[in-house]
């Protein structure tokens, strides 16, 4: 038993450092609602122990009728001045917090479309917009504003590591704004149920120094590198792949499903949530709803042998 | 007159006899006994309505509960491909809906009807058919929705069914629409259930009960009757929007065609968010009602408790906003909607501060219902403080739609619902069955249910807090989730434990105990009057009553009530009789009669819930058979069972009282039924009226050029022609009140043809603009007002045909015409409803410089 704790203890703190926590200290808006955090936790273990504690006391002690008065006032005081008191503090602090953590412009802006079931990524730049999908990568110590859209059913935004949450929803935009002070690999996720592969909507929100940022973003504006009758990209345009996706370079401008330009410069494949090697893409390809189940993209069970491995080395080659 | 009298100076009882006495119990036994063998289902009385409604509201209870664990056992292990993505959207969904609207809304029902009428000292609720009505709607409901998972078509859409995931064809199926047509059925059960208990607590009151002598309970009863009243018609509105969307394509949710996803959001918590202090408030009631007991003194601030309880209900219906702090609302919503959910936390504190000052100047007797009372309380104030971090802004960023509100949810359902709930039920146990409950298995199940839940559920604060977001039925190792999400499965075996030894507990067979002492907990509220073994006319006679707590206060009481020394000590015509007070003094009224066993109203309740039911499978031609099976069974209820014309106008109640034995107008229940029923039915027009100024707010384009607006002449006609139609039935109440029946049904019949021109133009202006609800929001809005007129109206066609024949067939006379004024009353809100519908229709467009 003794024994079972401290094999659960790492692990448990091991959690803490997790990439989706939102005391990760990761982003200032996060960091904000840490210290609200610290302070309403430790306010409501003091109050839970003291209302408890006040039960066990009335049940323990021996009665005495004469303090039907203190009685009465304890009522007013523990029950509606204290309350009222505390909760008004709360509230006028956390409008404090509120209004610090958003911004109407930011230093760079992010348009996020919510797909069923992926993310559509669009950096809005002097030289025109970018287009990706299923990765987020922000400059550090940098205000970034999220305009948030979503095509089908709603879904929402979060990065807890980040900062707080916002609903994309159908017919309207939403805004976000989330300053990350710590690079790393942050874990981003869609909070709101969207039915299906709900859980399965994910990706990385990566935080880079400054100019590793700029250079990522130059390198992502650029067209793919496509050798004329490349044999991959013959087998990606004969099985009409180019219908539902775009390869920037190339005949391939499906708006429908992910842009693939960058495809294999991404960490992750499916929405954040496999290794981007080339073992999982044969598999995303040939078994895609196992792999994720309901989604829009068809499985293409009959590729295989060297006509399936030429697809996924072309598709690999697209850094 | 009854006004008059003066109940503590009644003439003493006449004195004891033994033989009379035996032959009033004998008669009174055969008024009230129960039909024997199979036909005990046409039973209406509270005592088996409540004990069905609390034993199938446990049975759905127990399979939301085995969801829960199926789900607990999915998220045990990370990558579990135990269930299918698809099942398990099904399960949490399903686990979520069966638990609100299957569990925690009826059980308040099924509590209330099973101790309400013995509290109050009263035979039975003053519409013993209509809670017999409601249950079966309950039970067939429920059902059908719960079965659905068996066929892998259960509705996937979570259990508050945003759209447009929900409204969509294309991303939800046929369980989308089993949800809406099934709960909307079992939505209008709550509301008869409801109306039948607002009613009670007015109306039904022991003589002498004035309103600052009613018990604590039923405050709270009177309270969330009055909540559901007002919270779930907003939902049945949108039910009626997203279903119209769903099965005919009318533009409501869809912002291609000028609808807004929002708008169910609003609707949904506008119920949604009471719906939690529904649930809560009578399981407050419930402590409230027990802790006086085992302290052995009245509650301290009897009065704060009340004003307490009407202040959280007042409260809740201005805080639903608080779920959807993350849909990008401006910062001036979100600062008052996070300040209106602040300050719940206020009444919810006095409540608590009564209940411990309580047991502060009284010996608290430890007993297992006191257990799980302490229990709740330290389940329920975690949860309540997790709520005053959640109703902050900026935490709830954060924390909405993670595991934290999961977490949060359950501390405060389970702590202010779930335990109170079964401290009662440990507490009633001997009211209803004359036995006791065991001990040591009761403290078995205590221990193990209170440990398992918090074992559950507090590390799931602490997953949230690690970013896991609600409603994934997988995640993976790297997550970090896994050995938090191992904990919570296990405590949630180990809650199921628990809750195993209660039922075992419940359901032991104990017919060869013998029965326990009267009044085992020594309670000074009036159920505990009831006869060991019980008798089932509820009580021998109806006491005068001048104290919060009677058995303690009035000396001999249960001696008196016994002796049938009280009112309608007898049952000599061999009718069900209640008293009925009047709503503030409780001075008796008149003597009501009430129905029997029957088996119209589980005719009317399957021939309901089938139309309901193939509605959603679309074959509308046996769904319209079958509502007109349910119009029959009712009508025939209707007509062998209310406003009876009494053989005599007046009978002797005892003690010196005479009371009238018919009543109209607002003297009777009856009329009360219908303006409480009526006033929620307004509140679901006045959903439809939030639609459309909901719009109007948040889409700059919905109202139309004025070539594109109903036709005002049309309009104004239209509502020329309703008032018209108004006017006849109102004139139709006083010539038969003067005696000329012959015109009074000239009256009521010439007004359909009237009204259905008032319609009838209404639907010609909207169709000569050719206003397509497919097509735009606005144009949908404009038909469906239209619809929602168009079948009250309907609605009201049978009504008046009804009073037509009743007064031909002299069940409606110039003396005894009830019926009529409550068609009059019926037909009052139409016309506010039609003046309304005119206004949003013609007049409003105008006003925005519209129009022509």
């Known amino acids: 038993m003794r024994f079972s704790i401290y094999l659960t203890l790492p692990l448990f703190l091991a959690g803490c450092s997790g990439r989706h926590n939102w005391l990760a200290s990761a982003g200032a808006e996060a960091d904000r609602v840490e210290g609200l955090f610290w302070v309403l936790l430790i306010g409501a273990a003091v109050i839970w122990c003291l209302v408890i504690g006040a039960a066990v006391y009335a049940h323990r002690r021996q009665v005495d009728p004469s303090l039907e008065t203190q009685a009465r006032r304890f009522i007013i005081w523990g029950g509606a001045v204290f309350p009222s008191v505390l909760v008004g503090t709360l509230l006028v602090w956390g409008l404090v917090i509120l209004r610090d953590i958003t911004a109407d412009e930011g230093d760079l802006t992010v348009r996020v479309d919510g797909e069923r079931w992926w993310w559509r990524v669009i950096y809005e730049t002097s030289e025109g917009d970018v287009v990706t999908a299923n990765e987020i990568r922000l400059p550090v110590d940098r205000t970034a504003l999220f305009r948030l859209t979503a095509d089908d059913v709603i879904h929402s935004f979060w990065v807890p590591a980040l900062g707080g949450k916002m609903d994309m929803i159908p017919g309207r935009e939403t805004r976000l704004t989330l300053t990350p002070v710590k690079t790393g690999n942050w874990g981003g996720l869609c909070a709101e149920y969207c039915g299906g592969a709900h859980a399965l909507m994910r990706f990385d929100a990566i935080v880079m120094e400054q100019a590793d940022f700029e250079a990522w973003l130059a390198h992502e504006a650029e067209p793919a590198q496509v050798a004329a009758g490349d044999p991959g990209y013959t087998v990606f345009a004969e099985e009409g792949c180019g219908a539902c996706h775009t390869i920037r370079g190339t005949e391939a401008a499906g708006p429908v499903g992910p842009d693939l330009t960058h495809l294999a410069a991404r960490e992750k494949l499916g929405a954040g949530i496999y290794e981007m090697t080339p073992g999982n893409m044969a598999r995303w390809i040939t078994e895609t709803h196992e792999m994720k189940p309901d989604i829009d993209m068809p499985p293409y069970p009959d590729l295989s042998g060297a006509r399936l491995d030429r697809l996924v080395a072309f598709l690999m080659s697209l850094d | ?852």
């Open chain 2, 1 to 852: 007159m009854t006004d008059e009298i003066d109940l503590s100076r009644l003439p003493p009882p006449e004195p004891y006899d033994e033989a009379r006495d035996k032959a009033q119990r004998k008669r009174l036994l055969d008024v009230w006994r129960a039909p024997p063998g199979w036909k005990i289902i046409s039973a209406v009385n509270n005592d088996y309505i409540g004990k069905w409604y609390l034993l199938t509201s446990f049975a759905f209870f127990t399979f939301a509960g085995i969801l829960a664990l199926l789900i607990r056992v999915q998220l045990a292990v990370p990558n579990n491909e135990l269930f299918s993505q698809s099942l398990y959207n099904q399960l949490f969904t399903l686990h979520g809906t069966a638990m609100m609207f299957l569990f925690a809304v009826p059980i308040f029902e099924a509590v209330a009807i099973l101790v309400l009428p013995e509290i109050l000292g009263a035979r039975d609720l003053p519409f013993p058919r209509l809670s017999a009505f409601g249950f079966w709607c309950f039970i067939i409901g429920g059902v059908f929705v719960c079965g659905s998972i068996f066929f892998g078509v259960a509705p996937d859409g979570g259990w508050f069914m945003y759209t447009p995931l929900s409204s969509n064809p294309d991303y939800s199926g046929l369980g989308a629409d089993i949800w809406l047509l099934g709960l909307s059925f079992i939505e209008v059960s709550s509301i008869a259930a409801a109306v039948e208990l607002i009613v009670g607590v007015l109306k039904s009151r022991p003589p002498g009960m004035r309103l600052n002598l009613m018990p604590l309970y039923c405050w709270y009863v009177l309270v969330v009757a009055g909540m559901i009243l007002f919270a779930f018609p907003p939902l049945i509105a949108g039910d009626l929007l997203l279903e119209m969307e769903r099965a005919f394509g009318w533009a409501f949710f869809d912002p291609d065609r000028g609808g807004d996803p929002l708008l169910w959001q609003h609707l949904f918590w506008i119920f949604g968010h009471p719906e939690v202090y529904i649930i809560f408030l009578p399981s407050i009631a419930l402590i409230a009602t027990m802790l006086p007991t085992f302290a052995g003194r009245p509650m301290v601030g009897h009065s704060w408790i009340v004003l307490s309880a009407v202040g959280v209900a007042f409260l809740s219906f201005g805080l639903w906003v608080h779920h959807m702090f993350t849909t990008g609302l401006p910062e001036i919503s979100l600062s008052f909607f996070s300040a209106a959910s602040e300050a719940v936390a206020v009444p919810t504190g006095i409540q608590i501060f009564c209940f411990i000052a309580t047991m502060l100047v009284s010996k608290v007797r430890p007993s297992v219902p006191m257990l799980f009372a302490g229990g709740a309380l330290a389940i329920f104030v975690f949860g309540g403080l997790t709520g005053v971090m959640v109703a902050l802004v900026p935490f709830d960023w954060q924390a909405h739609d993670s595991y934290f509100v999961v977490a949060h949810l359950h501390y405060t359902l389970i702590g202010g619902m779930l335990f109170p709930l079964f401290a009662g039920i440990h507490y009633w146990y001997p009211f209803t069955t004359q036995r006791k409950m065991n001990d040591r298995a009761g403290t078995w199940s205590f221990w193990l249910m209170f440990g398992g839940f918090n074992l559950a559920f507090l590390p799931m604060h602490w997953t949230g807090v690690m970013g896991m977001p609600r409603r994934v039925w997988t995640y993976d190792l790297t997550d970090g989730w896994a050995v938090l999400n191992m904990v919570s499965t296990l405590g949630a075996f180990v809650f199921a434990a628990g809750f195993a030894v209660l039922a075992v507990n419940v359901l032991w067979p104990r017919g060869k105990q013998p029965p326990v002492a009267r009044n085992i907990w020594n309670a000074g509220t009036m159920e505990w009057s009831a006869e060991v073994p019980d008798k089932p006319w509820g009580i021998r006679s109806i006491p005068y009553i001048h104290t919060r707590y009677p058995l303690w206060e009035q000396e001999d009481l249960m001696g008196q009530v016994d002796r049938g020394e009280w009112f309608l000590p007898d049952a000599q015509e061999g009718k069900r009789e209640l008293i009925v007070t009047d709503i503030l003094d409780a001075r008796p009224l008149f003597v009501q009669r009430v129905g029997g066993p029957t088996f119209l109203t589980l005719g009317a309740a399957f021939c309901l819930g089938a139309a309901f039911i193939l509605a959603t499978f679309h074959l509308w031609t046996i769904t319209l058979i079958f509502g007109a099976g349910f119009a029959g069974f009712t009508l025939w209820w209707l007509w062998t069972g209310t406003s009876r014309i009494p053989e005599t106008p007046e009978k002797y109640a005892g003690r010196g009282l005479t009371l009238p034995t018919y009543a109209q107008g607002n003297r009777s229940p009856g009329w009360w039924a219908v303006f409480i029923t009526m006033t929620g039915d307004m509140t679901a027009f006045m959903g439809l009226v939030f639609s459309y100024f909901f719009y109007w707010t948040a889409l700059p384009g919905f109202l139309p050029s004025a070539d594109r607006l109903p036709g005002f002449g049309w309009l104004l006609a239209g509502l020329a022609l309703l008032f018209g139609s108004w006017a006849m039935t109102v004139a139709a109440r006083g010539t038969l009140g003067r005696g000329q029946r012959g015109l009074a049904m000239a009256l009521l019949v010439g007004a359909l043809p009237i009204g259905a021109l008032g319609i009838g133009a209404w639907i010609w202006a909207a169709w000569t603009q050719g206003l397509d609800p497919t097509a735009q929001s606005f144009d949908a809005m404009v038909w469906m007002l239209i619809l929602w007129m168009g079948l009250h109206l309907l609605l009201n066609w049978v009504m008046h045909l009804y009073v037509a024949a009743r007064v031909k067939f002299g069940h409606c006379t110039p003396e005894y015409r009830a019926d009529l004024m409550n068609l009059t009353l019926f037909t009052h809100f139409l016309a506010l409803t039609a003046v309304t519908t005119f206004a949003l229709l013609a007049v409003f467009p105008l006003l925005m410089g519209v129009g022509p």
